[in-house]
């Protein structure tokens, strides 16, 4: 079973909107990141937030973390068209240092 | 963006067929990570390499998968005698140190029919 889940499933916004992706979690961390996957392409991480930070930000991403809930954000503003993809947050497990990814949110920008 | 080198991109085999993958790290990168990414979107570790040295494996890996890092060689994944189950996306991932950032290849997607 996963480590992470990310909520919602999918979501489609415009292009300028801003959309927010979750992500709970039901371990300890260290560090829980970020990554984007576009059709064709491996995972691409997009930020690293770590257990003592509270936010993170990195151009039009923001993302947060609150390790009393175990929930994690990550917000993009001033969506484009190529911000399509699937999101995942991750994870590092103690096992070899693999990483542990959610379920994914697919998020969809329309013109 | 990744340089992380995968081959082939798909591959179609039949059950109990030999599927081979192939990846080049980025230069410079010692730590190889080996992930299956099914339809439904999840992850499965396979097995890390530190040079050509196995850091971790799982128990499927130990039975019908192999693989190697060796020296200025690609990296490969075998599965000896594919089954329907393996048809999934094989992620090749290089960091610099096993704690660092993986960087993943754009996958190999192997079907078996």
């Known amino acids: 079973s996963q480590l992470a889940e990310e909520n919602p499933w999918a979501l489609s916004v415009h292009e300028g909107e801003s959309v927010t992706v979750n992500c709970s979690y039901k371990?300890?961390?260290?560090?829980l990141q970020w990554y984007r996957q576009k059709s064709g392409e491996g995972p691409a991480q997009l930020i690293l937030i770590r257990s003592n930070e509270r936010e993170k930000r990195n151009g039009r991403l923001r993302a947060t973390l609150d390790t009393s809930s175990q929930s994690s954000s990550l917000s993009i503003t001033a969506t484009r068209c190529e911000d399509t993809a699937v999101y995942f947050c991750?994870?590092?497990?103690?096992?070899?240092?693999?990483?542990?990814f959610g379920s994914g949110t697919k998020v969809i920008v329309l013109p | 963006n990744s340089k992380v080198i995968q081959t082939p991109r798909y591959l179609v085999k039949g059950q109990g067929q030999k599927a081979k993958m192939r990846c080049i790290p980025e230069?410079?990168?010692?730590?190889v990570f080996w992930y299956q990414q099914n339809k439904n979107n999840e992850f499965k570790f396979l097995i890390n390499?530190?040079?050509?040295?196995?850091?971790?494996q799982i128990d499927m890996t130990e039975k019908r998968f192999s693989a190697e890092c060796p020296s200025n060689s690609p990296c490969s994944l075998e599965i000896q005698s594919s089954e329907a189950g393996d048809s999934a996306l094989y992620l090749c991932?290089?960091?610099?140190?096993?704690?660092?950032?993986?960087?993943f290849g754009p996958g190999t997607r192997l079907l078996v029919l």
């Open positions: 991750a994870t590092e497990t103690g096992f070899a240092s693999a990483l542990t």
């Open positions: 991932a290089s960091s610099l140190g096993v704690q660092d950032t993986q960087y």
């Open positions: 230069k410079g990168h010692p730590v």
């Open positions: 390499f530190q040079n050509q040295e196995v850091l971790q």
């Open positions: 371990t300890s961390i260290t560090a």
